[in-house]
């Protein structure tokens, strides 16, 4: 009896997949895409109604053939990728390489791996949608037009080997325009006044001047303060008004894509990219020992909300043998469908209520379980009741000045027993605003003796900067990218020096700021933010068969490449813009040097080029000697001496420019796994700094994190490090009992 093939991306999934079946099935993995648009061209004719040329990856070849063989054995062939737009492009590639061998292709869609998903998909086959597939062909189409046809007008105006991206490049102008708001903002003084009152022996309160002759306080500076300071303490006070009210607080929607990666980034200080990582592993399976692989999570590429009667069922029943009662709504909630949500998975919830958080701990890493625990709270949380508080509202009146305290008290927490997603702010809130501490003891008509009165400055901030988590919702909101887009989006925009990461908060390099205002001065439609969006619309229009491929490529391409002819010829002369003439004068030649783009950045160079070719780095990043050092220079014996450059200080021969050797600074700490060599800071190719030994490859110790010459006081190990995070700050931390430290003060450098 012949076997029926599933063909799944990943071999993980298979290997999940495979101990559900039987002996009737054989389960094989494509490894991701197995074709792609051409490297070395553009692979999308644009003469010819957007016509692409997909070819097999060179590293697929094998693959192909053992998926080829299997099908010509098998009785039918069902294509499992994802369930999503790319999934469905993967499952066409590869029934377009099969066809010949097994003309009995079906597409089946697993949204959990589980035994139940996994059966309920296969007992529904279905067609490849070619809606889908189109769609997902034409963003490719889009993106490798923009990159092939305005990268290389990047190189003219700046420099060779930059790219611009569709998706990517509006989400760098986001970055760069809110830099631009930081630079450009002025802070702007005001002040506020808190009262401490007494009534009728209760313990003191705070209250805040709320009004004044019944309007809001305008207080501009100290001058200001002081003289209502005077007038305010002159007043006889008493309380004027006591409200008290019952408010609800509701649970927030399980997570879809989006608010999964912002979650895990201000909770678990995850990258989108980590995130989603992790997600994956969740999904496809884990090893659950007596249990099997299990796939934990349902599909985690997905915008909607959206819930099985099946499991819900399940989880109110789960609610209320684990809470009571009290904590189920009458009703289920069910949640609005976002504006741009496709509502074809589920929301990300656990596949099963038996796997509780407690039952998987063991067989999961540290971040893995931290994720998988979030996914599940939020998903209980998403089905309890509302959390209830008792709001009080006190106001005390005295000539023209109302002063008011509001605090709330929980009455029932609800939801809240699960996913309290204020608790990590509480004390923070409580701190800032004492007003919400009210007596319980209060009356109106009761006199108020003003005890105290604390007038503060203030200052208004500038708009923050983004966080990844930020950065996503923002992208949502404008309808920018989609679900399986977001982590890619932000690794992209970092990798490629447009944008820069310091503790947590994504920053515009001077690169992104200049290409970003190239792209947005000389190609405004294509870096419109609407116009970006709206070809996000017009891609899902394609999938739900409402628009043709043709159609939406041309509504994008014509008002781009009209763009780019108006432009192009004007490269020289905008790069001419971006050269800056400066006072410095060639010592080779006499004529002045100026600053220019190169693939390192700005740079000096003679204006004399191509007759004079000296270069000499910036000014500001020139190499400055700080200190002579004992240390001697490997190449030529002479001393070394320890100078400052744009990355940061390292050592140099002291006979520069006769002897150019070079070598980085040690951190002041010897090797703690070969004992030889010494820890130096370095970078990835991404440019994240780390910290590694000093003679690798020979030794490979490597650590995120800066290592400390300290023995941990716990365990003994040799070195603790140090860390940091927004909620801690800077601590040290025991990278093997994980035992953490305060900083008293900064650990001394051996």
């Not at 963003?139 to 007008?153: E, H, N, Q, T």
């Not at 989880?315 to 684990?322: D, E, K, Q």
């Not at 000539?399 to 702010?425: H, K």
């Amino acid at each position: 009896m012949k076997k029926s093939l599933i063909i799944v991306e990943s071999p993980s999934k298979a290997k999940t997949i495979n101990k559900y079946l039987g002996k009737n099935y054989i389960v094989k993995a494509s490894v991701g895409h197995i074709k792609n648009l051409p490297k070395s061209k553009l692979g999308v004719d644009v003469e010819n109604e957007f016509e692409s040329t997909f070819e097999i990856m060179p590293n697929k070849l094998a693959v192909i053939t053992e998926l080829q063989e299997c099908a010509e054995k098998a009785d039918k062939i069902l294509i499992a990728t994802d369930p999503d737009r790319e999934g469905e492009a993967i499952a066409y590639d590869i029934a377009e390489e099969i066809v010949s061998r097994n003309k009995n292709i079906k597409r089946v869609l697993f949204h959990e791996i589980t035994k139940s998903g996994i059966e309920e998909g296969i007992s529904n086959p279905l067609a490849i949608d070619k809606n889908m597939v189109e769609s997902q062909r034409a963003r490719r189409a889009m993106d490798r037009i923009v990159g092939y046809k305005l990268s290389p007008f990047i190189w003219k105006t700046v420099y060779y080997g930059l790219s611009a991206g569709r998706v990517q490049s509006v989400a760098v102008r986001l970055i760069c325009e809110r830099e631009a708001e930081i630079e450009k903002f002025i802070p702007k003084e005001y002040w506020s006044m808190v009262g401490e009152f007494t009534s009728n022996s209760s313990e003191p309160f705070y209250a805040k001047l709320a009004k004044i002759n019944g309007g809001l306080p305008t207080i501009l500076n100290k001058q200001n303060a002081e003289e209502l300071k005077s007038e305010i303490t002159k007043q006889l006070y008493s309380i004027s008004d006591i409200v008290k009210k019952e408010t609800k607080r509701n649970p927030n929607p399980p997570f879809i894509t989006s608010t999964l990666q912002q979650e895990a980034s201000s909770r678990l200080r995850f990258s989108a990219k980590r995130t989603m990582m992790l997600a994956q592993k969740l999904y496809e399976g884990i090893d659950l020992g007596e249990e099997g692989t299990v796939g934990l999570i349902t599909y985690m590429r997905t915008d909607s909300t959206r819930v099985s009667e099946t499991i819900l069922t399940e989880l109110r029943s789960y609610i209320y043998t684990s809470y009571g009662a009290g904590y189920i709504p009458k009703e289920s909630r069910i949640y609005k469908k976002g504006k741009t949500s496709q509502d074809a998975h589920e929301a990300i919830r656990p596949t099963s209520l038996k796997f509780t958080p407690k039952y998987v701990k063991s067989f999961l890493d540290k971040d893995l379980f931290a994720l998988y625990e979030l996914i599940w709270n939020r998903f209980v949380a998403s089905q309890m009741s509302s959390a209830i508080y008792e709001q009080l509202t006190v106001e005390v009146t005295g000539g023209r000045f109302l002063f008011r305290a509001t605090g709330s008290t929980p009455i029932f927490r609800g939801f809240l027993q699960v996913y309290d997603d204020l608790e990590n702010d509480k004390d923070e809130i409580e701190d800032e605003d004492p007003t919400s501490k009210i007596p319980s003891k209060l009356n109106i008509g009761d006199d108020a003796i003003l005890n105290a009165l604390m007038p503060r400055q203030h200052f208004t901030k500038p708009p923050a900067r983004y966080t990844e988590s930020s950065l996503v919702k923002e992208l949502e909101a404008l309808g920018i990218g989609r679900p399986s887009t977001y982590a890619q989006i932000i690794t992209t925009i970092v990798g490629r020096n447009y944008v820069t990461q310091e503790n947590r908060k994504l920053y515009a390099t001077e690169l992104g700021i200049v290409v970003t205002n190239i792209l947005k001065h000389n190609f405004p439609k294509v870096l419109n933010v609407k116009f970006t969006a709206l070809m996000e619309e017009e891609l899902e229009t394609i999938a739900a068969g409402k628009n043709t491929y043709l159609q939406v490529l041309n509504d994008f391409y014509l008002p781009f490449i009209e763009e780019l002819n108006q432009v192009d010829e004007k490269s020289g002369e905008i790069k001419k813009s971006l050269i800056e003439i400066t006072d410095d004068i060639c010592e080779l030649c006499g004529k002045y040097f100026v600053k220019k783009w190169g693939s390192n950045g700005r740079f000096m160079a003679c204006s004399g080029y191509p007759k004079c070719k000296n270069t000499k780095p910036l000014p500001e990043d020139q190499a400055k000697i700080i200190e002579s050092t004992n240390i001697i220079c490997k190449r030529c014996n002479a001393p070394m001496v320890m100078k400052g450059g744009k990355f940061g200080n390292f050592l140099g021969c002291s006979t520069y420019p006769t002897c150019t050797h070079t070598q980085p600074m040690s951190i002041g700490m010897d090797c703690p796994i070969c004992k030889v060599g010494y820890v130096i800071e370095r970078k990835t190719k991404r440019k994240r700094n780390f910290y590694g030994c000093s003679s690798y490859p020979d030794c490979d110790f490597a650590s995120w994190d800066k290592p400390i010459p300290t023995e941990c006081s716990s365990c003994k190990h040799s070195y603790i490090v140090k860390k940091y995070s927004q909620k801690k700050g800077e601590y040290l931390k025991c990278p093997e009992c994980k035992e953490e430290f305060d900083i008293v003060e900064e650990q001394p450098i051996q």
